[in-house]
């Protein structure tokens, strides 16, 4: 019930191209959904966050999807570049909780140029 | 502005000896805290975290403990070091509506 499911494990996209990242939740109180990008060596960074009464949100070329009936969420990365290369991980808590993030596992991107 | 700071940056410690990690955070009060360790090529495993001065909740069971002293001090520790505890450990503060900032870790190498 805690779990976070998120896949794929690793992708390798071309520039220019879309890059999909996909997750599942089975906890019907999480309600919060953000995406964290991290680099070598470096903590990750918020990347962008969607609260469930939304299905959508844009932020420059990152575009969070919600299904809330589905349980599941994608991060949509639009004209990837090869700066985009990075793990980036999904995560979800239950907000007026105490707050913590259960992290899904990471996908690995990599922007070919 | 908020800063947290985590130091050590890299670590290489023997076996059995022992570990002791610390985090600040600067420019919030009451904040919480949160310990996560991430395996090499693997995903984020919370460790621990704290609501306030003294209370810690573990959410895994392990060599590894945790203190927090001060509102914004947050430490993790080891009496005996393990090869097993060898990893990336990030440090974090809730930042509602925000969600985490996260320290820039420390690299733990357990020999």
């Known amino acids: 019930q805690q779990q976070v499911k998120q896949s794929p494990q690793s992708l390798i996209v071309q520039k220019g191209g879309i890059s999909i990242i996909n997750c599942a939740y089975e906890n019907t109180a999480f309600d919060y959904f953000p995406w964290y990008q991290q680099f070598p060596g470096k903590g990750p960074a918020l990347l962008i966050a969607?609260?469930?009464?939304?299905s959508e949100k844009k932020e420059g070329r990152f575009t969070i999807s919600f299904n809330k009936s589905a349980k599941q969420f994608s991060l949509h990365i639009m004209d990837s570049q090869p700066g985009d290369s990075a793990t980036y991980f999904c995560?979800?808590?239950?907000?007026?909780?105490?707050?913590?993030?259960?992290f899904g596992q990471g996908t690995t991107l990599q922007v070919k140029p | 502005s908020q800063t947290i700071h985590q130091w050590p940056a890299t670590l290489v410690q023997p076996v059995g000896s022992p570990l002791s990690l610390e985090c600040t955070v600067e420019?919030?009060?009451?904040?919480?805290l949160y310990w996560y360790r991430q395996a090499a090529g693997r995903g984020l495993q919370l460790l621990f975290y704290s609501v306030g001065i003294g209370q810690i909740s573990s959410e895994v069971p392990q060599n590894l403990s945790a203190s927090r002293p001060q509102d914004r001090q947050f430490i993790l520790s080891s009496k005996k070091l393990l090869l097993s505890d060898s990893g990336f450990y990030l440090c974090a503060w809730g930042d509602k509506p925000y969600g985490y900032t996260f320290g820039s870790g420390t690299r733990l190498t357990v020999v």
């Open positions: 969607i609260r469930p009464d939304v």
């Open positions: 995560a979800a808590s239950k907000y007026r909780n105490t707050g913590k993030l259960i």
């Open positions: 420019g919030t009060s009451n904040p919480n």
